[in-house]
C-alpha cells in the first residue's frame, strides 16, 4: 500500500532506530533525562527563544500553550479549521475552561477585518474576554498552506496593541520553512508561545514541543505531569527528534515536489500547493477514496467534497508517479 492518508504514518528508519537504542537517559520528570534536555535546547535554540518542553503530542504542545495564554472563561480567537478548534475533541475546553470563537479563512489563513471583527479584549464584564489568537503554519486541514509573513506580522502587530497572547501551531512549521525559506529564527521571533511537532513530516515515531518563555515553559512542565504527560527514560524518543532535526528537514523539499505532481495528476492547480498536503475537490470523496484503495494507495476523505493526499518520509519518487497513474483514474472515473 502506498499511504498517503497522513505525514504521521511513517516508521522510523534504521538509522533512526540505532540511534535511538544508544540513546543516553535519565528519569526526565526528575529533570535528568540528557537527551531530552538536550532536544528542549535544540528546539528552543532554533526558534530563538528561551525554552522549550517535550510532549508526547501536539495536541498536549497547544493544550499547554493555550492554556498558558487564556484563562478559564477566556476566549481564544482562531480558525474554524485549525487544529484546535475541529480535531483536539473540545480538550481546550474539556479541560481548561477555554472558549473559542473562529473566522473562516480562504485554506485556513488569517483574514484581518474578520479577526478585527471579533476581537473583544477588554469588553465590559458582559462578554467573553478576548486573550489569545492561535494560528496554525501550515495550516492542515486548509491543504498545507504557508501564512505569508505580512498576515502573521498584522496579527503580531493587534496582539503587541493589545498585550494579548499569540500561539502559532506549528505542527508542520518545518514545512513552512523549507517552502518559503523563512529562517526558523524569523518564525519564531514572530510566535508568541509555539508548538510544533517532530512526528509529522519529519518522520520521528512520537513527540512534539511547546516553546517560550522560561516561565511558561516551567509552569507548562508542572501542567504537563497534572495531565499525566510526565515522562521517565524518554531519551530513546527524543533521540529520534534529533536525528529527525538533523537528516529528515531539508529533504521536505521533495515531500512538496511530490505533492505537486499529485495534484498536477489529479487536476489540481499545482501552484495552489505550498507543502506536502493535497486537497482535491471531488463529488463523492468515500467513492475515490475505495477507488484508490482498490488499486493499493491510500487517502482520506476530507469534508463531503474532498480528499487530502499527504507525501512523506515513506513515499518514494517512485511511488509518487505510481500513486499519481492510480489516482488520476480513481478521481476522473468517480468524477465522470
Ligand atoms: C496542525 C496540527 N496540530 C496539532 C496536531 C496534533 O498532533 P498529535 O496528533 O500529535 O496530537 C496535528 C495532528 O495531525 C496537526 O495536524
Not at 484581518?112 to 469588553?123: K, L, T
Not at 513552512?176 to 526558523?184: C, F, K, M, R, T
Not at 505550498?274 to 484503495?293: G, H
Not at 517512485?318 to 476522473?332: G, H, I, P, R
Amino acid at each position: 500500500m502506498i499511504d498517503l492518508r497522513s505525514d504521521t504514518v511513517t516508521r522510523p528508519t534504521e538509522a533512526m532506530r540505532a540511534v535511538m537504542a544508544r540513546a543516553d537517559v535519565g528519569d526526565d520528570v526528575y529533570g535528568e533525562d540528557p537527551t531530552v534536555s538536550e532536544l528542549e535546547e535544540t528546539v528552543a535554540g532554533l526558534f530563538g527563544k528561551e525554552a522549550a518542553l517535550f510532549t508526547p503530542t501536539g495536541t498536549m504542545a497547544n493544550l499547554l500553550a493555550v492554556r498558558s495564554l487564556v484563562a478559564p472563561g477566556q476566549e481564544v480567537l482562531c480558525e474554524s479549521s485549525a487544529h484546535i478548534a475541529r480535531a483536539e475533541l473540545g480538550a481546550h475546553g474539556a479541560f481548561f475552561g477555554v472558549t473559542m470563537r473562529t473566522w473562516t479563512g480562504v485554506r485556513g489563513g488569517i483574514d484581518m477585518p474578520a479577526i478585527q471583527a471579533m476581537f473583544a479584549p477588554d469588553v465590559s464584564p458582559f462578554f467573553v474576554a478576548t486573550k489569545a489568537i492561535s494560528i496554525e503554519n501550515t495550516h492542515n486541514f486548509g491543504g498545507g498552506t504557508v501564512l505569508p509573513l505580512e498576515d502573521i506580522d498584522a496579527v503580531g502587530q493587534l496582539i503587541d496593541e493589545h498585550d494579548i497572547g499569540l500561539h502559532v501551531d506549528g505542527a508542520r512549521i518545518w514545512n513552512a520553512h523549507v517552502a518559503s525559506g523563512v529562517p526558523l529564527a524569523d518564525y519564531g521571533r514572530r510566535s508568541g508561545v509555539l508548538s510544533v511537532c517532530l512526528s509529522k513530516g519529519l518522520g520521528a515515531p512520537v513527540g512534539s514541543l511547546v516553546r517560550g518563555s522560561r516561565e511558561m515553559v516551567a509552569e507548562a512542565r508542572v501542567w504537563r505531569k497534572r495531565l499525566g504527560g510526565g515522562m521517565r527514560q524518554v531519551g530513546v524518543l527524543a533521540a529520534a527528534g534529533l536525528y529527525a532535526l538533523e537528516h529528515h528537514l531539508n529533504r521536505l523539499a521533495e515531500d512538496h515536489d511530490h505533492a505537486r505532481l499529485l495534484a498536477e495528476a489529479c487536476g489540481t492547480d499545482p501552484s495552489g500547493v505550498d507543502t506536502n498536503i493535497v486537497v482535491v475537490d471531488v463529488p463523492d470523496p468515500a467513492a475515490v477514496v475505495e477507488a484508490a484503495r482498490a488499486e493499493g494507495v491510500l487517502v482520506s476523505a476530507l469534508g463531503p467534497r474532498a480528499v487530502r493526499l499527504v507525501t512523506h518520509l515513506d513515499v518514494s519518487r517512485a511511488q509518487t508517479d505510481q500513486a499519481a497513474v492510480v489516482l488520476a483514474k480513481a478521481v476522473s472515473v468517480v468524477g465522470d
